[in-house]
């Protein structure tokens, strides 16, 4: 097994963790067994025993992403202003808090609320602290991964350009804030699981994520907005509300150290930052065997499924052709419905994607001009991103906790793989998109007015073109049939850019169609027929064998 | 029975219900140390559960269970360190090698990593599996994993074995050596809670049999004792007759009959 770095940085800090009543040695091997898995890939079900040994190729979670690299590399603007750090630094927390919080809410509470290990772990000498404690350096050793790229480059700027103690408070707040982060969300958690009971509370999760996640790209924009980011040199105004935002806390360090304004009210902030962390830190780590006694909730029998399947049935009669592509419709809808990671994971970027089109209409409207002005923009091409649920969504298609079903897959008389993703991505658009298109339409068509209704009918079929896009640039992967592990999710992160770079090009197309009288009509059925290609030969029909 | 010691196990008066149903309704037992009691029932008797919560696995139980004396409910894990436990999945961390896996599994117990470490590989390769010692278990077959299974049950040298189901998937002779180190152990003091659907093993293993239906005891004693007070011959019998159980017969054919129709209407 690996040795890792962070281990051995964790057994300088041994004597804390004895303090909370944590057994450190278990702890450690339980960190390091678990960073070693991560760093493996389970070969699946469907790959057959080629792979089995040792294989070289693997990805280590600490592997850098480079898109996180890049966006580090904005942030370098923000640590390179003299003066006014309470502006530039609020802002550079703001946009690290809104991308850690949305990664933790998505790629994370499923490690968080995870149950599998119970049954291994548990029943040796563990005890709840320790086994909580494993799972939240986890999660935090990623975070903090997650984190040092993000402000990796700016960190080293700093030291350069604004001296060791900028650097020192920065490096500090940033650690303290994935604290933060991390503990209020387990706790957020925890007073769920506490609070409901039961079937209800598998669902109150999912629909606590989506709030979370909308609540926390609202409050992102409310930060930069409140700060109003073209006014970097205004001068600062202290306001009751600045209490309010955790961002504003972290910058204040800077500005009553380096900036020389002792007032009160910065004083007061940056006690915030470090005692709010500290202290729910401290809550937690009391809190903690019950976090996992309260997790048990989770695995309590599975009320009876309700559905009869009804919805599913007349849904594949109508869009499906053929008895498989009806099959894994159905099958599709249904584990959707069920697979609790899948709703972990996707339930998040649902709420993002709902509230993503507002936050840019939002932006328009400040920019002055009421609904009229609004009207007479293109602004309703916003509307484009919520297909930005789709990327995640077939992304996750693939992964199922129960993944070791997929042998069904060879064992079952299939023609060919073409109508088994044919029906899954068609049941993803239906139960996915087609109900967040349908909230988002009803909403534009009430701001723009029935004019848009032309545009709107158009961009149904441009997402339904994107979502087969989405699926074509990602490894093809039979449903539900890989295990899921957050390392392997950076071999994603390439088509991600290209996806965005695609729901961007199809949103530019519409505009530059929308300027030529009458270009529309011509453009509906040129992307009706493009649908109908691209589904063509991205599910050909005859295709035999394959596996 | 007559027991000079102190039992390693005492539950008194077990309740357990999940949201909709009891599943455990009072049960009583005093377990000593030698003996391999053979803990049987139908499916959802509660047997699982009542192995879970001896493990700490599952809460929210009425009742005491001690274990070594102790009350399990005040928190302190460490008497699971005297305990192994074969589950009845065979949940294992399937990425890593049989070695890291044994080795990680000895420290939870506190053993050293090499030591552990060694001592698996001695026992791995008693059971014919020094070849996969350094493959990783997501290649083993069933059998191989279960006796992973076994291995890491009895690294640490415990006093109580809980086993679930612990002879699925190993071959005849496997087996047999299995059940001879039950034997062996149970000679030596260990205490072996065996619970099972294979009559035959049940019988010739066990020095005890407990069976319970619907969340209750309803016999307790040893094969010999529990022939007795029934008129059938083997414990699959007596199994049926104290579940009530009689009508296998009118099911399977139904069940047949089911299996055919399906053909006619081709």
Redesign the interface.
């Known amino acids: ?1 690996t040795e890792f770095y962070v281990l051995k940085l964790l057994d300088r800090l041994q004597g804390v963790f004895r303090r909370t009543g944590v057994d450190y ?2 702890l450690r ?2 960190l ?2 678990k960073l ?2 991560d760093a ?4 699946t079900v469907l790959a057959g ?1 080629k792979d ?3 294989t070289t190729a693997e990805g280590s979670p600490f592997r850098i992403q480079w898109i996180y690299l890049l966006l580090g590399l904005m942030l370098i603007l923000f640590v390179v202003q003299d003066g006014n750090y309470i502006f530039s630094m609020s802002i550079t927390f703001a946009i690290l808090m809104f991308m850690i919080a949305t990664t933790l809410i998505s790629d994370f509470s499923s490690v968080m609320l995870d149950l ?1 290990d ?11 602290r320790t086994l909580n404690m494993a799972k939240s350096l986890h999660v935090l050793i990623y975070l903090l991964t997650l984190t040092l790229t993000v402000t990796g480059p700016s960190l080293i700027v700093s030291l350069f350009k604004q001296g060791i103690v900028f650097f020192l408070i920065y490096a500090a707040a940033v650690i303290l804030m994935d604290c933060l982060i991390l503990v209020i969300t387990a706790l957020i958690y925890l007073l769920i699981l506490r609070v409901f ?2 079937e209800k509370l598998k669902d109150i999760i999912n629909y606590v994520q989506i709030i979370l996640s909308i609540g926390i790209a609202v409050g992102y924009q409310l930060v930069s907005r409140l700060f109003n980011l073209a006014d970097l040199t205004v001068s600062y105004e202290p306001a009751w509300w600045q209490y309010l935002l955790a961002p504003a806390w972290f910058a204040s360090p800077f500005e009553l150290l380096l900036g020389g304004n002792r007032s009160v009210h910065l004083t007061v902030m940056s006690v915030l930052a470090l005692v709010v962390p500290v202290l729910l830190l401290a809550v937690y780590i009391k809190l903690m ?1 019950m976090f996992e ?1 309260s997790l ?1 909730k989770l695995a ?2 599975e009320g009876a499924g309700k559905d009869s399947g009804n919805m599913a049935r007349r849904l594949s009669e109508l869009f499906c052709q053929g008895k498989e592509e009806a099959l894994f419709f159905r099958f599709t809808w249904s584990m959707m419905r069920n697979e609790r990671d899948f709703k972990l994971k996707v339930y998040p970027t649902f709420g993002l994607s709902l509230i993503l089109p507002f936050i840019f209409i939002f932006n328009v409207l400040w920019g002055g001009g009421g609904l009229e002005e609004l009207r007479n923009t293109k602004a309703f091409l916003f509307i484009y991103f919520c297909a930005l649920l789709m990327m995640t969504a077939v992304q996750m298609l693939r992964y199922s906790t129960s993944y070791r079903g997929a042998w069904i897959y060879k064992t079952i008389p299939l023609p060919g793989l073409s109508p088994v993703y044919r029906g899954m991505l068609k049941a993803a658009i239906l139960r996915l998109l087609i109900p967040l298109f349908v909230i988002e339409g009803a909403i534009f068509l009430w701001l723009f007015g029935v004019r848009f209704l032309p545009h709107l009918i158009i961009v149904l079929p441009a997402l339904l073109l994107y979502s087969v896009l989405c699926f074509r640039l990602l490894p093809k992967s039979l449903p539900f049939s890989e295990q899921y592990s957050a390392a392997r999710q950076k071999d994603f992160t390439g088509s991600a850019f290209v996806q965005m770079f695609i729901l961007m090009g199809l949103a530019g197309l519409h505009y530059v169609i929308s300027l030529i009288p009458f270009g529309i009509y011509i453009y509906a059925p040129v992307l009706v027929i493009a649908n109908w290609w691209i589904w063509r030969i991205s599910f050909p029909r005859a295709e035999l064998g394959g596996s | 029975m007559n027991h000079a010691q102190e039992p390693v196990i005492s539950i008194e008066g077990l309740w357990m219900n ?3 149903r009891m599943v455990l309704r009072g049960i009583d037992l005093a377990v000593y140390p030698g003996q391999i009691i053979g803990y049987i029932g139908p499916n959802g008797a509660g047997k699982s559960t009542t192995v879970k919560i001896m ?6 139980y009425t009742g005491t269970v001690r274990i070594f004396g102790r009350d399990i409910s005040d ?7 005297r ?1 192994g ?1 074969v ?1 009845e ?1 065979a ?7 049989a070695k ?1 896996y044994l ?3 000895g ?4 053993m050293k ?1 090499t030591d552990a470490e060694e001592k698996a590989e001695r026992l791995m390769g008693l059971l014919n599996l020094e070849h996969a010692f350094n ?2 278990i ?2 083993y077959s069933k059998g191989m994993r279960q006796k992973v299974l076994l291995i890491s049950s009895m690294l640490h040298d415990p006093d109580i074995l809980f086993l679930d189901e612990p002879l699925s998937g190993l071959d005849a002779n496997s087996v047999m050596i299995v059940k001879e180190i039950f034997a062996s152990l149970a000679a030596r003091g260990k205490t072996i809670f065996y619970s099972s659907h294979i009559m035959d093993v049940v019988e010739k293993i066990s020095s005890r049999i407990i069976l319970i239906n619907g969340g209750d005891i309803v016999a307790d004693g040893s094969f010999a004792e529990l022939k007795e007070k029934s008129r059938e011959g083997s414990l699959e019998g007596i199994f049926n007759e104290l579940t009530g159980f009689d009508r296998f017969r009118d099911i399977a054919g139904e069940f047949v009959a089911v299996i055919g129709e399906g053909d006619s209407n081709d």
């Open positions: 097994m040695p278990v091997s339980i390091q067994v070693t898995m493996r890939r389970t070969p025993g089995n040994k040792q599998r119970k049954n291994i772990l548990f029943s040796k000498p563990v005890n709840r009971d039961g065997p006694r048990q309590s029998e | 999940y949201s909709d493990l700490g696995l599952v809460e929210g928190g302190d894990a460490a008497y699971k360190r305990i436990y589950p999945v949940e294992l961390y399937d990425s890593l090698t890291e080795g990680f599994i420290e939870l117990y506190g990593r493959m990783r997501a290649s």
